[in-house]
């Protein structure tokens, strides 16, 4: 995504939210579950991503590589909800670390998808 066709993009880094405006210094960060907003104007549009990098160029461009990207206007509430229900009961059976690994992933995604719908 080129930065000169937008105003400024904010990602959800894994030190924090991190505004990139065009002119930022080269960078590479790490993405965790949350909110990427791309701001064009006086227009917002806002994805949910579960992980992955944005790779700032010094030339006002970013690459931004998302496992999973989905528009939050096309997220269900009412299916993060239940993903939220089913990865917690997971975790209270879980018996292998693999498996209580991958509860606490499932929970820690819906958690960031609930607060996302909510925040």
Not at 28 to 49: Q, R
């Amino acid at each position: 995504m080129g930065l000169a066709g937008v105003d400024m993009v904010i990602v959800p880094a894994t030190t924090g939210q991190m505004g990139v405006l065009p002119g930022h210094v080269a960078t590479i960060a790490e993405l965790k579950p949350g909110v990427l907003s791309v701001h064009e104007g006086n227009e917002t549009t806002k994805y949910f991503v579960s992980s992955g990098f944005v790779f700032i160029h010094a030339n006002s461009f970013a690459d931004i590589i998302a496992v999973e990207a989905v528009p939050l206007d096309q997220i269900d509430a009412n299916l993060v909800q239940k993903g939220l229900v089913e990865f917690t009961q997971k975790l209270s059976s879980a018996t292998t670390d693999l498996e209580k690994a991958e509860a606490q992933i499932g929970i820690d995604v819906h958690s960031a998808l609930n607060s996302a719908l909510t925040g």
